[in-house]
């Protein structure tokens, strides 16, 4: 019997390779998640349904993420939900999986002018065109026309190229009684971030840092 020719032979992926591929790329991209995650939330977890709703959506259609928007007080648990979604996203084998994770007073410090030119500019580029950018703490840092302008060319870069952005802020969203995101971020930014933020979650309870729990 003739030896048959390997040019005839129709090589298929076996599904044990898929599933091998499969977990390199989530090994992949969680080693990437580690390497953004400070150690105190490398136990994150995303259990909020709708942050668990928004991590699967920007796994599915990274395009199509919006913005996730953490609000409450100190300790209710915005930033463990945060690195919670993101990790949920990575262990779901994304072909592609970048992230920067910053405070948002030590962006507004790496981004102020220094000695070293065009560094601030590079930096607030790097911010903009990164695929996951997680932003904590918005409306903690001293507001002025310069924070104002830094964070709208931010925002509005990654609204108008459709990129994932989770923000949490201890301010409200809005609130007509009292100093809510709006009033820190002025405005334009707060018109582009009522465009921009596809789910809102207001995370209410007692500080968890002092033994209370987040509802």
């Known amino acids: 019997m003739p030896d048959s020719d390997p040019a005839d032979e129709v090589l298929e992926e076996s599904p044990g ?10 090994d992949y991209a969680l080693t990437r998640w580690r390497r953004a995650t400070p150690p105190r939330f490398r136990d994150a977890e995303a259990t909020l349904p709708e942050v668990v709703q928004w991590a699967d959506r920007a796994l599915a259609d990274n395009a199509a993420a919006g913005a996730l928007l953490l609000t409450g007080l100190t ?40 000695q070293v030119m065009g560094a601030s500019e590079h930096e607030l580029q790097r911010l903009s065109r990164v695929q996951y950018l997680f932003l904590d703490d918005l409306g903690t840092a001293k507001t002025s026309e310069w924070t104002e302008e830094v964070t709208y060319r931010l925002i509005n870069f990654r609204y108008n190229h459709c990129l994932p952005t989770i923000i949490t802020s201890n301010l409200p969203a809005r609130d007509e009684n009292g100093p809510d995101l709006s009033d820190f971020v002025g405005a334009r930014v707060a018109s582009r971030l009522a465009e921009m933020v596809t789910t809102l979650v207001p995370m209410i309870g007692a ?9």
Request: no cysteine; charged share 30%; glycine share 12%.
């Open 17 to 26: 390779d898929l599933e091998w591929h499969s977990r390199a790329r989530a």
């Open 75 to 114: 300790g209710t648990g915005k930033t463990h939900q945060a690195y919670g979604a993101l990790k949920r996203v990575a262990a779901g084998a994304p072909d592609r999986f970048e992230l920067i994770a910053v405070n948002s007073a030590d962006m507004y410090g790496n981004l102020r002018p220094s």
């Open 207 to 215: 500080d968890r840092r002092r033994g209370g729990r987040a509802a």
